[in-house]
């Protein structure tokens, strides 16, 4: 298998908020109308902003991290997408440098030339010095120059420009453009983040009209002789070990709709390979559960939902009796919640779930746990994350426990049920980081 050269770029920022989800898909956006074939990834464990990235370059997309998905898996991805597409887009994950690893290190690892995307509506010459940190904080780090976001006027947008490259300014770092601030392309947002792009009436308007603003920049105005200058040989990678066909002649059936959404499209990969049909059902739908060997409820929205899933009562005998008859059931954070016997939602309302877990799920407006965390199971360490704002209560025990991605620093991991054949938890698996654990969790006592 030979190297694969292609034009790439990691969008990043100082912090989160900046506006980096809108950038990254608008650059998508902007390339895909233009006929060029875009590849587009998310750094670090997400489900929210793949939404908008995938809408934005019409394809699946997938994340890479250094230690949830691996440097060799985000390798393979990147060497394919390199292979198959004109222009690469990594959106980054908080601020450059924030977490371990970062966005910071997925660019040295990759050679990915970093964009730095800057929030500049409070600011003028401040704007060359945060530039010029970015850039230099880091030796050796891959740049590609420095795009001004949500700016005020044309005025404005001169003062930055000045900041960063008029007389006196001491970064080198090229500017890329300002963005002016505008209501029509902005990304609504809840507690766990974007809005899901498919819950967004407008959202491939909003797409457009972030594409049509950055087509106004010098970024936006890069043809596909500029974007050479960011070309990056992405090396062949070590083909891993094709998976046991563990789950051949089964069937799972996933839970996907707008209320369990939280879904990588990587471990929808890892089951097909590891032998499984996939079929899908909508609880708020009150679809009832296709006929099948296994059940994934993925995490989401019930919260937002809870009535309309109280009242899925199809759904809810066929998945009882899916239980009632031995047959394994795998829930993760949202489709925990909606096991429980009842959800209290913020503004203090109960809602009747599905019973088929004791206890009580409260939502609070705090978040109650955020990090990547391992969970170690017979047949191998899955790897994931937790990112929750509910907590549950239950009198059941805790068959076994995640721990965090560092150890105990980090707290004392997420609990994982067992009732009869379902088990559930807080934490969000990546299959691919153990397609064998992954089988054992939709086969009959595979956990045991």
Known sequence: MNAAVCPAILVAAPASGQGKTTVASALARLHARAGRRVRAFKCGPDFLDPHWLALASGHPVHNLDLWMTGEDDARARLHTAAGEADLIVVEGVMGLFDGEPSAADLAQRFGLPVLAVIDASAMA??????????????????????LANRVASERHAQMLQDALVGEGARTDSPFLGAVMRDTAFSLPERHLGLTVASEVPDALARLDAAADALAATPLGQMDAEALARWSVCFDAPVVPPVPAKALSGKTVAVARDAAFCFIYPANLDVLRALGAELVFFSPLADEPLPLCDAVWLPGGYPELHASTLAASTACRASLSAHVREGRPLWAECGGMMLLFDQLVALDGETHAMWGLLPGTVAMQKRLAALGPQRLTLPAGELRGHTFHYSRCESPLEPVRRTEPARGGASGAGEAMFRSGSVQATYFHAWFASSPAATASLFLPGGTD
């Open 125 to 146: 010459g401040t704007f060359g010095a945060l530039a010029f940190g970015l850039q230099h904080f880091r030796p050796r780090l891959p740049w590609a120059g420095v």
